[in-house]
């Protein structure tokens, strides 16, 4: 067996599930860089053989094409992301209020792109020219995203934080605006910290959406009154 690094040279190919899982992970790590660092249309499969260490026969041991790696990637990333916008979540304290959760999720959100930047980067400049398949593949992600944030409304409505009204429509308001602070947040400094942005949009999507009286806007910080 040669030792990873050795660009062009055949490993073993692993045997038990625990060795396929740890190929895979290797594998997808480098594609992630390579994606990022050069785009989806100029890699190929060869570069990403060449980062990883192995052979470029030995990737179609694990990915049929380069369309079906990406695809798992863009998987796997959005799997991380739900797990750490829901961890955020369980351990936001109830001590800061009813916006709490919220604010964390959309905190989880902001910092996992900044820490992330490149490669969803790659996600906006050419994720929506691979086709219907690649589009019908977002959807359904963008759809899991809108399902976290429904229980998180309906949740609030339940306190009586948030207006009476429909639950996947107030979702999809969060997730769009949340989508494209994080997306202005790669390319332009807004000189706000990913938590001020996030206290931002908590604000603003809980105040737009309370019901009439709950609180008088000139409270609301940096409103000025009527």
Known sequence: MTTAGVPGRPLRRAVSEADKASRRTDILSAAKQVFAERGYHATTIADIARQAGLSYGSIYWYYESKEALFHELVSAEASALRAH??????????????????????????????????????????????????????????????????????????????????????????????????????????????????SFAAELLLNGLRPRGRRDPSQVRGTPPA
């Open 85 to 198: 916008i829901n961890g955020a979540v369980r351990t936001a304290s109830t001590d800061e209020g009813p916006a709490a959760p919220l604010q964390a999720a959309v905190r989880a959100t902001l910092e996992f792109y900044e820490a992330d930047s490149a490669f969803v980067r790659l996600l906006f400049r050419d994720a929506f020219a691979l086709g219907c398949g690649f589009e019908e593949h977002l959807s359904a992600i963008h759809a899991s995203f809108v399902d976290d944030a429904e229980r998180l409304v309906l949740l609030a409505q339940r306190q009586g934080e948030l207006v009476q009204g429909s639950s996947k429509m107030m979702a999809f308001a969060i997730t769009a605006l949340v989508g494209q602070l994080a997306h202005r947040r790669l390319t332009t400094d807004d000189e706000l910290s990913a938590g001020e942005a996030a």
